[in-house]
T-cell receptor, first 115, second 114 residues
Framework: AQSVTQPDIHITVSEGASLELRCNYSYGATPYLFWYVQSPGQGLQLLLKYFSGDTLVQGIKGFEAEFKRSQSSFNLRKPSVHWSDAAEYFCAVGLSSGSARQLTFGSGTQLTVLP | DGGITQSPKYLFRKEGQNVTLSCEQNLNHDAMYWYRQDPGQGLRLIYYSQIVNDFQKGDIAEGYSVSREKKESFPLTVTSAQKNPTAFYLC?????????????FGPGTRLTVT
């Protein structure tokens, strides 16, 4: 069965600093990979996605992620964090099971941004 | 504007009562999903539906039921058999088929059962 691991439960960075959130997956084939962001008490918003092709993916709000097959990773990065980036971030892997379409989510990383 | 509506935002019920959470979408998506979110556990899939009048159990379906009588609507009933129903519930939808797995989420309903 596929799984997604986000090893960092909570990360704190200063505003303007760079950010990297880690995501590792376990899946037998090339996965479909996603990063979502959730503000407190809200639904999830898609930041970016990887299906195939270029392993460096650009997303919204200045985020990017790199797919590394050899490391089974899909880490999220941002060169300069803004206070509004404080939120919870979820990595997810897409599964195809027969005719079904499902996502498996990691447990999330809570980001705190210091002024 | 196209999107997903969940109502109500907050819901309180007494133990032993069934409660139904609403989810409506006007994105013309074929697939709809219900997730449960608990602190520190990420999202877990309860039920999903690929087409009208058809749905499948997800990872944690016990104590829940759904219906899909209309393309736009996918209500979730939390029954009295659900042992720990207090949680944040998220509805999502996506285009079925092809390579698109992108799911669009509603704002969620926070259910508290006492």
């Amino acid at each position: 069965a596929q799984s997604v691991t986000q090893p960092d439960i909570h990360i704190t960075v200063s505003e303007g600093a760079s950010l990297e959130l880690r995501c590792n997956y376990s899946y037998g084939a090339t996965p479909y990979l996603f990063w979502y962001v959730q503000s407190p008490g809200q639904g999830l918003q898609l930041l970016l996605k990887y299906f195939s092709g270029d392993t460096l993916v650009q997303g919204i709000k200045g985020f990017e992620a790199e797919f590394k097959r050899s490391q089974s990773s899909f880490n999220l990065r941002k060169p300069s964090v803004h206070w509004s980036d404080a939120a919870e971030y979820f990595c997810a892997v897409g599964l195809s099971s027969g005719s079904a379409r499902q996502l498996t989510f990691g447990s999330g990383t809570q980001l705190t941004v210091l002024p | 504007d196209g999107g997903i509506t969940q109502s109500p935002k907050y819901l309180f019920r007494k133990e032993g009562q069934n409660v139904t959470l609403s989810c409506e979408q006007n994105l013309n998506h074929d697939a709809m999903y219900w997730y449960r979110q608990d602190p520190g556990q990420g999202l877990r899939l309860i039920y999903y539906s690929q087409i009208v009048n058809d749905f499948q159990k997800g990872d944690i379906a016990e104590g829940y039921s759904v219906s899909r009588e209309k393309k736009e609507s996918f209500p979730l009933t939390v029954t009295s058999a659900q042992k720990n129903p207090t949680a944040f519930y998220l509805c999502a939808s996506s285009r079925a088929g092809g390579l698109s797995y992108e799911q669009y989420f509603g704002p969620g309903t926070r259910l508290t059962v006492t």
